[in-house]
């Protein structure tokens, strides 16, 4: 038996779209966060006496259809080890409750490592983070601790993430806002699948995330919060944006998850550091820095009646026990 955790991430620059679905090679590179207030604990046994994978999600044994996404990537483990035998997979989500944060990423992450080890593999953090990549891709990011890039890469071998080295000014916090924890009617999946078929914002997200990803290199090193902070809104603007012009157009934003970004502009206009982001949902993460997080978390609480946690920068996934 092998048991891994691993902690989910937050893009600041986001990846959204696929050029290879197969693979899981983005459109862009990504850069994102680790939280260290958020993780999954995973455990696999691979075991000679079961006759097909079983899956374990917060103490409820899964339906074979919700087991499927782990089998398929159990399949990729068990090529690359040479074996055929089934596992028991026992997952624990760490979120705390309704935080709207039930992240595929550190699921993949711990997936991947937990997985590997118990079949044997020494993967080095690279081939970790390409095999995580292909669970979802963002668990690729969160194989890394603190702020990590993925680069997009042109096939399986070049698409992985790495730690990001960032200034010792920037001491970040970020707050997830939860606006609603219903599970979302588009899934990424579906979602960046319409995107890339139909929006015709799609090449033009492509091109202008990619340099807002080298832009943020040059900020994250320079440790200039106002520039990491605008080049965070505009990615997680550019695509929303891009969903709202596919066919038919969706979007994931709910009015209290634009009122939190025209929120964070308010407080930003009275001297706080913080800046909004939002994934495939509507809840809001606020990143912030140390000096103004707590103070940041209470006037957010106050104004809307919402539930938030903060977190801090979290550490790389690990074998546990
Ligand atoms: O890893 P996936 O397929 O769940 O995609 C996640 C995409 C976003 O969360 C919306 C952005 C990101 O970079 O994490």
Redesign the pocket.
């Known amino acids: 038996m092998s048991k891994a955790r691993a902690h989910t991430?937050?893009?600041l620059?986001?990846?959204?779209g696929k050029a290879d679905q197969a693979l899981?090679l983005p459109a862009t590179s990504?850069i994102?966060m680790t939280l260290a207030a958020f993780y999954t604990d995973t455990a696999v046994t691979f075991d000679a006496a079961l006759t097909a994978d079983t899956f374990t999600l917060d103490g409820k044994l899964q339906a074979p259809q919700a087991a499927a996404r782990v089998t398929q990537f159990l399949d990729l483990v068990r090529q690359r080890a040479g074996i055929a035998t089934f596992a028991r997979v026992q997952s624990d989500n760490h979120v705390p409750t309704a935080a709207g944060l039930a992240?595929?990423?550190s699921a993949f992450a711990a997936l991947a490592l937990a997985a590997s080890n118990a079949a044997g593999l020494e993967l080095t953090p690279t081939e970790l983070s390409r095999l995580a990549r292909r669970g979802?891709?963002?668990?690729s990011?969160s194989i890394f601790g603190n702020m990590v890039i993925w680069h997009r890469g042109t096939d399986d071998g070049s698409s992985f993430a790495e730690p990001l080295p960032i200034n010792l000014k920037l001491d970040l916090r970020m707050i997830a806002v939860v606006v609603d924890d219903m599970p979302k009617s588009i899934?990424?999946?579906v979602g960046?699948q319409r995107t890339v078929a139909t929006s015709p914002y799609f090449p033009a997200w492509v091109t202008a995330n990619e340099a807002a990803a080298s832009a943020m290199q040059q900020a994250l090193t320079d440790g200039d919060m106002a520039t990491v902070g605008a080049l965070t809104e505009r990615s997680a603007m550019m695509?929303h944006a891009s969903t709202m012009a596919a066919n038919p157009p969706f979007t994931y934003l709910q009015p209290v998850s634009l009122a939190l970004f025209d929120y964070a502009a308010e407080l930003r206009a009275n001297g706080f550091q913080v800046y909004a982001t939002a994934?495939?949902g509507p809840n809001v993460k606020l990143l912030t820095t140390a000096r103004d997080a707590d103070r940041v978390l209470q006037q957010v609480q106050g104004k809307f009646n919402v539930k938030a946690v903060m977190s801090g920068p979290g550490p790389a996934a690990r074998i546990i026990d």
């Open positions: 991430n937050i893009a620059i986001k990846y959204w899981i990504s994102s992240s595929s990423a979802s891709g963002s668990a990011r899934g990424s999946r960046m695509m994934d495939a």
